[in-house]
């Protein structure tokens, strides 16, 4: 491990004292440990800690790391400097708050991010762990957090990587810290003390990432900001540091393009993942070029990643090398129809400590930034104008998946890569990230492959990560990138076998076969980040973007665990999957029932396209209708909408059909001609909300044609159908839809 890891892995875990504190079976040793060398119980704790779960970081950097409350030498200041920072306070601020003790924090509970009278419970952060809780803990919590998390670092330490992987302690630092408050609320003497809303882990993480970034400037001489806190000569304007941006841009057309349908399950989900495997990857070359570490990397998600590295010149020349490195790859193996562009922004100080000027300032600067590389992608001028093309491709030699290059045995190079990614995320549980080895060429020298059992870290190795899709620990970092898809005999369904699965499935012979896709997106995202003070840290933002992401990469896989349904992606704030129609809607109803919980207070909601077709319809054309569907429904006025068989609604109004579907259900053989007038009437009434008066005629309409085909015992259907049809026409439109396709031969 380098120096700089040392020290940033040192970072992360310098509070892991306050986790070991608030569990009563872990006894604090203060003859060997001593209060007053740390000045706070909590460093004393973590120096116990670092020690008796044999970290490994050497007793001088442990040392270093616990004495972040009374620092002496030049690390230990880089340490508590980026503990300072990471506070979001200023200086005077932070000292003021750290004088105070708090009483009963072994029962204080994280507030949720969006509703401050409801809390976290103190747990793993597991899927159902994210909603809010209204009620408090009355004994300690923490107890049986603290055997879990020790039991689950034994496991590190038995495959004997405990000293070099990093990756994993930060995966259990999360895994155990993300509902711990990094500080209790309290008033006392006057003060009053920050809100217990910022968890221990964002806390931790952000002190490592600017850990790394002090630690690099300390390299090149510059001491400004540790100064600062040292209260020595210091500007905290001074753009001392630089934040990275990477955006994959053309995502769909790289995901959903020149993909035959028959073939799109073997494919769409590998492509996704190449995507978050080559993000990473792409950050990893970044911190690796820059001399920074692994923890400089703030996220990677949804093809976008953030670094904090430092404003240097020498930072700014290699970083438009590997633009030009990343230009040169993207238009060599796809025709630079889609690339990474990166971005940088020079920051300072006061950008994270000045209260709101992480928000109100330095993100817009980020946020314009990115959006300005979007509209130079690639410098021709930089590239040859005219891309080399093998004239011996002809219809035997295409290659079937891209229809682009040529193939080599059964696919061309990059689709083989596809292939292959997708036949290793359906079988095998590790994932390992090296240099110049491997099983998979990715970028430059990086590789990756894939194993079924773990094992010790080789020379070449960066990482190595489970990628099972379960709760099981098994001593490596958990990485969801095997989305969920259902497979048939160990083998992912193909689009037909999930079509086939409507309705009951392929003994039922009533219901069509369809699927049904699925294109979801958070409303008002960009507005709430704006002006919400869920977001007004550094720590917090992350803490928003990392549960949000969250959501859609874990928790949605959990509703969809043994349905028969195939996502293509689900991170960031957005969601395409696709499977049997009819479960895919009531998956649809369940994620944003979940959603609307999880962001209960924030003003958040989810809007969706869904879109029937055909299993053979090509991928790229139902992609193309279902972002129609999603940007139908973002149309209306306050969004959280839907549209679904050519209507777009409210999800309330959906949701409250006025018991239409019931009592459709409770009439036996219903005429089908029946209900399609029903449909007639339908769109009759939506001509009145236009002004065509005489379409009025569809309520004696209606009246005449129940008359003819229905029993008087029903007539309770008669008048829930003039309701709806008046009041809602369209979501009267989606209920009968359903109804029809259900009950078609």
Same mark, same amino acid.
């Given at each position: 491990?380098?120096?700089?890891?040392?020290?940033?892995?040192?970072?992360?875990?310098?509070?892991? #004292?306050? $986790?070991?504190?608030?569990?009563?079976?872990?006894?604090?040793?203060?003859?060997?440990?001593r209060e007053?060398?740390?000045?706070?119980t909590?460093?004393a704790?973590?120096?116990?800690?670092?020690?008796?779960?044999?970290?490994n970081l050497?007793?001088?950097?442990?040392d270093?790391?616990s004495?972040?409350?009374?620092?002496q030498?030049?690390?230990? &200041?880089?340490i508590a400097?980026?503990d300072?920072m990471?506070?979001?306070?200023?200086?005077?601020?932070f000292e003021?708050?750290n004088?105070?003790?708090?009483? #009963?924090?072994?029962?204080?509970?994280?507030?949720?991010?969006?509703?401050?009278?409801?809390?976290f419970?103190?747990?793993?952060?597991?899927p159902?762990?994210?909603?809010?809780?209204?009620?408090?803990?009355l004994l300690?919590?923490?107890?049986?957090?603290?055997?879990?998390f020790v039991k689950?670092?034994?496991?590190?330490?038995?495959?004997?990587?405990?000293?070099?992987?990093f990756?994993?302690?930060?995966?259990?630092?999360?895994?155990?810290?993300?509902f711990?408050?990094s500080s209790?609320?309290?008033?006392?003497?006057?003060?009053?003390?920050?809100?217990?809303?910022i968890?221990?882990?964002?806390?931790?993480?952000?002190?490592?990432?600017?850990?790394?970034?002090?630690w690099?400037?300390?390299?090149?001489?510059?001491?400004n900001?540790v100064?600062y806190?040292?209260?020595?000569?210091?500007?905290?304007?001074?753009?001392d540091?630089l934040?990275?941006?990477?955006?994959?841009?053309?995502?769909?057309?790289?995901?959903?393009?020149?993909?035959?349908?028959?073939?799109?399950?073997?494919?769409?989900?590998?492509?996704?993942?190449?995507i978050?495997?080559?993000?990473?990857?792409?950050? $990893?070359?970044i911190?690796?070029t820059?001399g920074?570490s692994?923890?400089?990397?703030?996220?990677?998600?949804?093809?976008? $990643?953030?670094?904090?590295?430092?404003n240097d010149?020498?930072?700014?020349?290699?970083l438009?090398?590997?633009?030009?490195?990343l230009?040169?790859f993207?238009?060599?193996n796809?025709?630079?129809?889609?690339?990474?562009?990166?971005s940088v922004?020079? /920051?300072?100080?006061?950008d994270f400590?000045v209260?709101?000027?992480?928000k109100?300032q330095l993100?817009?600067?980020?946020?314009e930034?990115?959006?300005?590389?979007?509209?130079?992608?690639?410098?021709?001028?930089?590239?040859k104008?005219?891309m080399?093309?093998?004239?011996?491709?002809?219809n035997?030699?295409? /290659?079937?998946? /891209?229809?682009?290059?040529k193939?080599?045995?059964?696919?061309?190079?990059?689709?083989?890569?596809?292939?292959?990614?997708g036949?290793?995320?359906?079988k095998?549980?590790?994932?390992?990230?090296?240099k110049?080895?491997g099983?998979i060429?990715?970028f430059g020298?990086f590789y990756?492959?894939?194993?079924?059992?773990?094992h010790?870290?080789?020379?070449?190795?960066i990482?190595?990560?489970?990628?099972?899709?379960d709760?099981?620990?098994? #001593?490596?970092?958990? &990485?969801?990138?095997?989305?969920?898809?259902k497979?048939?005999?160990?083998q992912?369904?193909?689009?037909?076998?999930?079509a086939k699965s409507? /309705?009951?499935?392929?003994?039922?012979?009533? #219901?069509?076969?369809?699927?049904?896709s699925?294109?979801?997106?958070v409303d008002?995202?960009?507005?709430?980040?704006?002006?919400s003070?869920v977001?007004?840290?550094?720590?917090?933002f992350?803490f928003?973007s990392r549960?949000?992401?969250?959501?859609?990469?874990?928790?949605?896989?959990?509703?969809m665990?043994?349905?028969?349904?195939?996502?293509?992606?689900?991170g960031?704030?957005d969601?395409?999957?696709?499977?049997?129609?009819?479960?895919?809607?009531?998956?649809a109803?369940?994620?944003?029932?979940?959603f609307?919980?999880f962001s209960?207070?924030?003003?958040?909601?989810?809007?969706?396209?869904l879109?029937?077709?055909k299993?053979?319809k090509?991928?790229?054309f139902?992609a193309?209708?279902?972002e129609?569907?999603?940007?139908?429904?973002?149309?209306?006025?306050?969004?959280?909408?839907?549209?679904?068989?050519?209507e777009t609604?409210?999800?309330?109004?959906?949701?409250k059909?006025?018991?239409?579907?019931?009592?459709?259900y409770?009439?036996?053989?219903?005429?089908?001609a029946?209900?399609?007038?029903?449909?007639?009437f339908?769109?009759?009434?939506?001509?009145?909300?236009?002004?065509?008066?005489e379409?009025?005629?569809w309520?004696?309409?209606?009246?005449?044609?129940?008359?003819?085909?229905?029993?008087?015992?029903?007539?309770?259907?008669?008048r829930?159908?003039?309701?709806m049809?008046?009041?809602?026409?369209?979501?009267?439109?989606?209920?009968?839809?359903?109804?029809?396709?259900?009950?078609?031969?």
């Open positions: 491990m380098t120096e700089i890891n040392l020290v940033a892995t040192a970072a992360l875990l310098h509070d892991i #004292g306050k $986790f070991g504190q608030r569990a009563d079976i872990f006894k604090h040793k203060s003859s060997l440990y007053k060398e740390y000045t706070y909590h460093a704790y973590s120096a116990q800690v670092f020690q008796e779960l044999g970290f050497g007793d001088t950097l442990s270093d790391a004495m972040h409350h009374n620092p030498n030049d690390t230990q &200041w880089i400097s980026a300072r990471a506070s979001g306070f200023e200086r005077e601020v003021s708050y004088s105070v003790d708090s009483e #009963g924090f072994k029962q204080q509970r994280l507030w949720h991010m969006f509703d401050e009278k409801k809390q419970k103190i747990d793993v952060l597991l159902n762990a994210i909603f809010p809780e209204s009620e408090k803990a300690n919590e923490y107890n049986a957090l603290w055997e879990k689950d670092f034994e496991q590190i330490k038995k495959h004997g990587n405990s000293l070099v992987d990756f994993t302690i930060d995966y259990l630092m999360k895994k155990f810290t993300s711990i408050p209790t609320s309290f008033e006392k003497n006057g003060y009053k003390a920050i809100k217990a809303n968890p221990l882990y964002e806390h931790s993480k952000a002190s490592s990432i600017f850990a790394s970034a002090l690099k400037l300390h390299e090149n001489k510059n001491t900001i100064n806190y040292k209260k020595e000569s210091s500007n905290i304007e001074q753009n540091l934040m990275i941006s990477g955006d994959f841009f053309g995502i769909q057309k790289f995901i959903f393009d020149s993909v035959p349908a028959a073939k799109a399950s073997k494919i769409l989900r590998a492509k996704s993942a190449y978050q495997l080559l993000t990473k990857i792409v950050a $990893f070359h911190v690796e820059l920074l692994y923890q400089s990397i703030i996220s990677t998600s949804a093809g976008k $990643f953030e670094i904090l590295g430092v010149e020498e930072s700014q020349t290699k438009a090398s590997i633009q030009e490195e230009n040169t993207f238009v060599k796809y025709f630079g129809e889609t690339g990474i562009g990166l922004t020079p /920051c300072s100080l006061a400590i209260p709101n000027q992480y109100t993100r817009p600067r980020i946020d930034a990115v959006e300005a590389v979007k509209f130079k992608k690639f410098d021709l001028l930089q590239l104008p005219v080399h093309y093998d004239d011996n491709i002809d035997e030699t295409l /290659c079937p998946l /891209c229809s682009k290059r193939k080599h045995n059964d696919y061309c190079g990059e689709c083989s890569t596809f292939v292959t990614l036949e290793k995320l359906a095998d549980t590790f994932l390992i990230i090296s110049e080895i099983q060429p990715i020298d990756v492959s894939f194993s079924h059992e773990p010790v870290y080789e020379n070449n190795d990482a190595i990560f489970d990628i099972a899709n709760e099981t620990f098994r #001593g490596y970092a958990k &990485w969801e990138l095997a989305s969920y898809v497979k048939e005999k160990e992912v369904a193909t689009f037909e076998d999930l409507s /309705c009951g499935g392929k003994d039922n012979n009533v #219901g069509i076969k369809a699927i049904m699925l294109k979801g997106d008002g995202m960009g507005n709430f980040i704006k002006t003070s977001t007004n840290s550094f720590a917090r992350n928003f549960m949000v992401d969250y959501f859609f990469s874990v928790y949605a896989s959990e509703l665990k043994e349905k028969n349904i195939y996502t293509v992606f689900a960031g704030d969601i395409f999957v696709l499977g049997a129609w009819d479960e895919v809607i009531d998956f109803k369940a994620l944003r029932e979940k609307m919980e209960g207070g924030s003003g958040l909601s989810l809007s969706m396209g879109v029937l077709t299993p053979n090509p991928i790229n139902v193309h209708m279902a129609e569907g999603l940007e139908k429904a973002k149309g209306l006025e306050g969004k959280d909408s839907m549209s679904m068989f050519g609604v409210k999800w309330d109004d959906y949701l059909d006025l018991g239409l579907k019931s009592e459709l409770k009439v036996k053989d219903l005429n089908t029946f209900l399609y007038r029903l449909l007639d339908v769109e009759m009434s939506k001509r009145v909300k236009k002004g065509k008066i379409e009025t005629m309520k004696s309409k209606l009246s005449y044609s129940f008359n003819r085909n229905m029993d008087s015992k029903h007539f309770e259907l008669l829930v159908s003039n309701d049809i008046e009041l809602h026409p369209e979501v009267t439109k989606m209920v009968l839809s359903e109804y029809i396709y259900k009950r078609r031969d």
